[in-house]
């Protein structure tokens, strides 16, 4: 079955796989070929994906997901690879984050807050998404 | 004939004048790659997400309703978002942008604004129109944060039934060399997708349900949809900046030529009537 990862930035993933776990709003289900159509919304979380013998993880932050015919879209607003996250831009994004929410919450805008706060769920999904990723591969 | 000095002079100028717009080429030119970059890498986005939805709303009853399709008929006012660059030197992009403005303007009077960009905003304020809010555009890729203040007034004035909908006029892009100032629909959303067949051969699920689906695929497609114009109107912009700039380094460096070749024929018209005088030879 054929996977797609697209996000507002670019294509994150193409390709054949074999099964699909994703993170929708109800808990983590797992897709395999000749699935029944669905439509779902995601939420944060890990999306795992197996292709033969070797998984692949990637963080996502909310989107959709669609299976037709066999075929999978998901349509994320931020998706990540766990092997290609910089673990030190993410600890420092999760720094920046985090002061501008403790220190200006009274004094910011609301957008600003809300995207502060986006920012720092990125960046821990980030750090979780490469911790559990080192965990695999030391195993 | 003119003066031997004030033709070096005027070559210094037309050289400054050359090198700051071939600088100036070079900046729009690297704004342009990566302005191209970001529409061409979301545009897979958009399209994926349009599909899903056409796909959903055909299988959603027509009871459905969602103010981003509903054309709430209460008032006639019309929100008019304007995207307009925040600097000048873009060759005809900002005239144009003007026309189209007042043509509109025109047509249609009863008109609120938002403005986004500085060159405008002046423009529209000489007519004592209403205005809702302006920012400035910046001189950077607008970044997908830049859209939530402008949704969040658009929601405002559209969601309370004071305007019964909104416009927006923006530079599409069409090539390099061709830009139009274009007034487009924004909100409602069309929906002419609702009236195609039920073609219900194939049975899908949906989680949670499809009315929050729709809600929330919905206000995706519409911000993307918002996005999209930004980095086009930015896009457009860019190009336009690059090809004037072209053109003007061309001009300078062609007025550069011309002094030159004066210059030198001043010079050696001086040299000759000098040397003559030295030889002897009557001159007049």
Request: include cysteine; charged fraction near 25%.
């Amino acid at each position: 079955m054929y996977l797609q990862i697209i996000t507002p930035e670019k294509s994150v993933f193409n390709g054949e796989v074999e099964e699909v776990l994703a993170p929708t709003l109800n808990g983590q289900i797992g897709i395999l070929p000749h699935h029944i159509n669905l439509v779902t919304s995601l939420t944060d979380g890990e999306l795992i994906i197996k292709i033969k013998d070797r998984e692949k993880l990637f963080g996502l932050t909310g989107g959709f997901l669609e299976v037709k015919d066999s075929q999978i879209t998901i349509l994320a607003d931020y998706a990540a690879q766990a092997d290609e996250v910089n673990t030190q831009v993410a600890e420092a994004a999760k720094k920046r984050a985090e002061e501008i929410i403790k220190n200006k919450a009274d004094q910011l805008p609301q957008e600003d807050l809300r995207q502060a706060q986006a920012e720092l769920r990125r960046a821990l999904l980030d750090l979780h998404i490469a911790g559990s990723h080192k965990k695999r591969h030391n195993r | 004939m003119a003066n031997i000095h004030i033709l070096k002079r005027r070559i210094n100028a037309a050289k400054n004048v050359s090198k700051t717009t071939r600088a100036m080429q070079m900046i729009a030119a690297s704004k342009l790659k990566k302005a191209q970059n970001a529409v061409l890498s979301s545009r897979p986005y958009v399209n994926k997400i349009s599909e899903v939805i056409d796909n959903l709303i055909e299988k959603t009853d027509k009871k459905y309703t969602n103010p981003y399709l509903d054309n709430k008929s209460g008032a006639d006012k019309t929100l008019l978002l304007i995207l307009s660059p925040d600097k000048g030197l873009c060759g005809g992009l900002i005239t144009n942008l003007v026309r189209e403005f007042t043509k509109y303007q025109k047509e249609t009077p009863e008109t609120s604004y938002v403005i986004l960009g500085k060159k405008l905003e002046g423009q529209v304020l000489h007519f004592e129109n209403e205005i809702i809010a302006s920012f400035p555009f910046g001189t950077t890729l607008p970044s997908f944060s830049a859209i939530y203040p402008l949704i969040k007034i658009i929601e405002e004035n559209y969601n309370s039934g004071k305007v019964k909908n909104v416009k927006i006029l923006t530079t599409e892009f069409e090539s390099l060399f061709r830009q139009v100032p274009k007034v487009t629909n924004l909100l409602p959303l069309s929906k002419s997708t609702l009236d195609t067949e039920d073609n219900t051969d194939d049975f899908y699920l949906f989680e949670p349900n499809k009315k929050e689906l729709l809600d929330s695929l919905l206000k995706h497609y519409f911000e993307m949809s918002l996005y999209q114009k930004l980095i086009e109107a930015y896009l457009s912009e860019q190009a336009s900046r690059m090809i004037s700039m072209q053109n003007a380094t061309t001009n300078a460096n062609d007025i550069i030529d011309d002094l030159q070749l004066e210059y030198n024929k001043t010079r050696q018209a001086k040299i000759t009537s000098e040397l003559l005088d030295m030889t002897g030879v009557p001159g007049e």
